[in-house]
């Protein structure tokens, strides 16, 4: 297969993918790096930041996981993975170079179109941190197209947070604004806030409303208060953005597991509008 040509359009297309490296991002939570098997296929598997992969092992399952990659670095795919099942057991117990079957991406992922040339706020929250570390690590590497940024990341505890170090060697960047808090520490080490992630938004100076999309992603519990505060801001409401989690069986919008009402989360999701959830409210 030549460089140039294109993936492929069956929707369910497996591929096969390479576990080029992990390790663990909590006590249980692993990042997991994988590369489809050719690298012409590799190159050729674009997708944009908030889509999601059916990732599988022959005789095992198959199970929806957010890329946590961007695509401004292709090659590769990034998950972090809770263990939680027979599927993630296993896959935990897989080594480097073992294959795993991948098929995707899918869902409609984040408008960047429409959101570049405003400010972006990053609001995550527990494995919410997966799927908008996509959307933050794309904005950084294209930092030219927004405004300014705020990622905002609220944690049960400082071994809670996912990529930790990561975020905060970006403390050290002037072009991002890095506010971190956890609940509790009981590690008496951390230095970053303590609190919930609500009380993150009084620091957020001197942005033009109009002018900023923000998305947000974390336990439904988060979304009720995170929302009050954003509409404080008068953030509008098409340009609060939610990426919500639903149980996926297919990914492309033909089993009717994910569905609520009209709605298939597969594909008309996983990312919507503050507006979309006013008009349905199952969707949290
Ligand atoms: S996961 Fe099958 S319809 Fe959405």
Redesign the pocket.
């Known amino acids: 297969m030549q460089a140039n040509q294109v993936k492929p359009t069956n929707i369910f297309t497996m591929d096969k993918a390479r576990i080029v490296r992990f390790y663990d991002l909590t006590r249980d939570v692993r990042f997991f790096q994988v590369r489809p098997y050719t690298l012409d296929m590799a190159y050729m598997m674009d997708y944009r930041p908030g889509q999601f992969m059916m990732v599988s092992i022959p005789g095992v399952g198959e199970a929806?996981f957010s890329i946590s990659s961007t695509p401004s670095r292709p090659g590769l795919f990034e998950f972090g993975i809770r263990k939680m099942g027979v599927l993630t057991e296993k896959l935990f117990e897989l080594k480097e170079s073992s294959f795993i079957w991948i098929r995707g991406p899918y869902g409609n992922g984040f408008p960047i179109e429409k959101m570049k040339g405003h400010n972006l706020i990053i609001v995550m929250g527990g494995l919410g941190a997966v799927p908008l570390r996509s959307l933050l690590l794309f904005a950084l590497d294209n930092r030219e197209d927004f405004g300014d940024i705020y990622l905002l990341y609220g944690a049960r505890t400082p071994d809670d947070m996912l990529f930790r170090d990561e975020y905060l060697s970006m403390k050290q960047r002037d072009d991002v604004k890095v506010l971190l808090t956890v609940d509790s520490d009981p590690t008496g080490v951390w230095s970053e806030d303590i609190g919930v992630v609500t009380n993150l938004f009084s620091r957020i100076k001197g942005i033009d409303p109009e002018m900023t999309y923000v998305a947000v992603c974390g336990p439904p519990v988060m979304y009720k208060y995170v929302i009050k505060e954003l509409i404080k801001m008068e953030i509008p409401k098409h340009q609060i953005l939610m990426s919500l989690e639903?149980?996926?069986?297919?990914?492309?919008?033909?089993?009717?597991?994910?569905?609520i009402g009209y709605i298939?989360?597969?594909?008309d999701g996983p990312v919507f509008t503050y507006w979309d959830v006013i008009h349905m409210k199952e969707l949290i």
């Not at 298939?264 to 594909?267: F, G, K, L, Q, S």
């Open positions: 929806p639903r149980r996926m069986k297919c990914g492309v919008g033909k089993c009717g597991h994910c569905a298939y989360t597969c594909i």
